[in-house]
């Protein structure tokens, strides 16, 4: 931040959405609130704003639109787009509007796999690439994308070939092959800890993962956690993304089952690398949440209720 400001002022867009809520609790708690002079959030959903009630910490909230993007975002140096992907039209206007404020450091909403190194199109992820070639040639703002990889809360299902339900965990390409996964509270974590940052000292780019494992070793964890046996199969990759990429898409799974075979989700040395180290130093400030954590939560079976129907 500039000199004169000792403790900048965030706000949140998407506050109370999936991973927005995790990013504003994380930005509420010890040690990262007392490092902000104040927390808004962001929602353009009026009655979201009774949900913000169980918000533990100080912080001020605001309605936002399209019109009044400038107004809302008064007196704030830091942004963190937490928006989902049914917004990418107002997203637009957001990077539209970032000259028009204080907006010294924006974080956009990426917190996914880094499809920067894809070698295909995707609507969704093509929308995310339009939104930041907007915010560069906007603004001299500062822009920082975060890449997490997986939501471990979310990916040990049947969308990804985890099908706790049948017993059958299906890999495309080499089940052996790394994929990196960080919870939905450590990515809010994250952000907030890179938020804390001087300005010059915050990286354009940053890839952590909570927790790195292929689908052979998520298997045998998962077994261990009282899940039963379970059989882990494949599917030839390069056949399986011949047939994925034929149309465009704007839904990531079959896309991301792809990726996790080809190294394309491994934040590690030998992957797309990783930063933990930046954000959370020998895990000082928390522990990364891993996937026998979860597995410890749901006895080896996450997501084994949920209906699903194979796409």
Partial sequence: MTASISKPTVAIAGATGHLGQHVASAFL??????????????????????????????????????????????????????????????????????????????FPSEFGVDHYVHDFPHLEWDQKKKHLTLAQAASDTKICRVFCGLF???????????????????????????????????????VAALAALPRERVPETVHVGGDTRSIAEIAAIMQDAGAGEIKVTDVPLV???????????????????????????????????????????MQRGWEWKTVADLARETKGQPWKDFPWTAQ
């Fill in 152 to 190: 471990l809360d979310d990916s040990i299902g049947p969308w990804f070939g985890f099908d706790t339900k049948t017993g059958i965990y299906e890999s495309v390409g080499s089940f052996d092959s790394p994929i990196s996964f960080t919870s939905l509270d450590d990515v809010g974590r994250t």
């Fill in 29 to 106: 708690s010890p040690p990262f609130r007392d490092q902000f002079s104040n927390i808004i959030l962001l929602s353009r959903n009026k009655a979201a704003l009774d949900t913000m009630s169980t918000y533990k910490g100080n912080f001020t909230a605001r309605i936002y639109n399209e019109n009044n993007l400038q107004d809302a975002l008064q007196g704030v140096q830091i942004l963190v787009n937490t928006v989902g992907p049914s917004g990418h039209t107002f997203k637009e206007k957001l990077a539209r509007a970032l000259p028009h404020t204080e907006v010294e450091v924006y």
């Fill in 239 to 281: 056949k399986y993304k011949s047939d994925a990429t034929a149309t465009t898409s704007w839904d990531p799974a079959r896309y991301l089952r792809f990726l996790m075979g080809e190294n394309k989700i491994c934040h590690m040395a030998g992957g797309l690398g990783n930063d933990n180290e930046l954000v959370n130093e």
